[in-house]
């Protein structure tokens, strides 16, 4: 195994406390060396959208997900845990349909090595049936687990399909946080943007001010989403927020074009911008590393 | 695209919002324009909806299948569109632009594609 942190370049942002970010290199034979105490790391994955069929966009629609679920297996360090953090499948009216889409992408990534796996929903998954058919694959949308003194909270904004969190979820997500520490370790994990990234996309969530506002005394609070299709990295106030690419197709930047189109398959540089992350915690420090990692090594 | 733009209508069921740059909204006035906006999967008829800064203008929503979502993040409108009944939207533009709306409300397949633009000119 090489020690890829020889081949990589770390890049610390100012103004992004808490959070390093690494350039996932093509080719790279494994991942980080991982420290042995005070660390652990996980995987997201993101917006895989199983059914999708659009072969301008990405002719192996129905080979990238397995593609990604073979990455990271060949990872040689295995993930605490896996997170998808929604949009597992695309869309449909089809209520039978729905459920076949997941189904059969449940049965893909029941083919990782990692059994720890957790899941929520994106709007194409939930937004249709306020969750119904989600549940019944995958459980709660909203739930939280904790992993060696880190708080994860999983926050569903998209079975109400106006794209909010609702009062209620509100209510249960302050009874959590008053549960905590000031200073505990808190990382949140959500489909859309609790903020205002780009509303003229409809990249936002209608009430996610008041989960932020909610956040916002702990010191702590680190935030992973996906949605929008690219890496995107915020700040508010003290809070970072980290969007993923998707394992289907990617969007342009906010705002630089008129639509939000789906970014055309490229020939010559095959799964360009899709991959998926791995972010290592330093647990004392709350600090994250991210690594992007695309889905095929080249 | 074309505008719709017609004659003050008095609506039986009829949800009123009032917003506006400029003013505030009692019911569409005598003499102002109304231009209805047909909400559909996954469009709105017209998409294009062209606007003179200071001049008010009343937009009228009705949608054809399921509820949807009209919201204009750069001018502050938004309003729900529920079927069966009739959305208002009283604005007076206070600023020259061209202005993207999308459907907030999560419609289906093609739900992304559900967007438009005001643009407000002298």
């Known amino acids: ?298 | 695209m074309t505008l719709h733009a017609r004659g003050l209508k008095i609506v039986s069921l009829l949800t009123v919002l009032c917003i506006g740059t400029i003013g505030a909204y009692v019911g569409a006035q005598p003499n102002e324009q109304v231009i209805k906006i047909v909400a559909k999967k996954f469009d709105y008829t017209p998409n294009v909806i062209k606007l003179k800064k200071g001049v008010p203008v009343v937009l009228e929503f009705t949608t054809l299948d399921i509820i949807m979502g009209f919201k204009v993040p750069d001018l502050g409108i938004r309003t729900d569109i529920v079927p069966g009944k009739v959305s208002q939207v009283r604005i007076v533009p206070d600023k020259v632009g061209t202005f993207p709306f999308v459907c907030d409300i999560f419609c289906g397949n093609g739900h992304e594609d559900m967007t438009g633009t005001i643009i407000v000119s002298e």
């Not at chain 1, 189109?261 to 992350?277: E, H, N, V």
Request: with cysteine.
């Open chain 1, 1 to 298: 195994m090489e020690n890829t942190f020889d081949r990589r370049d770390f890049l610390k942002l100012a103004g992004l406390g808490g959070v390093v970010f690494v350039s996932g290199l093509a080719g790279c034979s494994d991942m980080p060396q991982r420290s042995a105490a005070g660390e652990f790391y996980f995987v997201q994955l993101s917006d895989s959208h199983w059914g999708f069929k659009g072969p301008k966009v990405n002719p192996d629609a129905e080979g990238t997900l397995k593609k990604a679920v073979a990455a990271v297996n060949s990872l040689a360090q295995q993930p605490d845990f896996i997170v998808f953090t929604g949009d597992l499948t695309h869309t449909t009216d089809d209520p039978s349909e729905r459920r076949k889409r997941l189904a059969e992408f449940r049965d893909i990534v029941s083919a990782l090595k990692v059994k720890n796996v957790h899941f929520m929903p994106g709007e194409h998954d939930a937004s249709l049936d306020h969750g119904e058919a989600f549940q019944e694959f995958f459980g709660k949308t909203h739930y939280t687990f904790d992993h060696k003194g880190v708080h994860f909270i999983v926050l569903d904004n998209v079975s109400d399909p106006t794209a909010s969190i609702g009062e209620a979820q509100l209510q249960w997500l302050a009874a959590d946080l008053n549960g905590l520490s000031k200073d505990a370790k808190i990382v949140v994990f959500t489909h859309r943007p609790l903020f205002d990234l780009y509303p003229q996309w409809d990249w936002a969530t209608r009430d996610g001010d008041k989960a932020i506002a909610l956040l916002m005394p702990h010191p702590n609070v680190t935030v992973f989403y996906g949605h929008i299709h690219q890496e995107n990295h915020h700040m508010t106030g003290h809070i970072a927020h980290h969007s993923a690419k998707s394992l289907i197709f990617p969007l342009p930047a906010p705002g630089s074009q008129p639509k939000r189109a789906p970014i055309p398959w490229d020939t010559a540089q095959p799964y360009k911008g899709l991959g998926y992350r791995d972010v290592e915690a330093e647990i004392e420090r709350a600090e994250y590393r991210i690594t992007e990692l695309p889905v095929l090594k080249g």
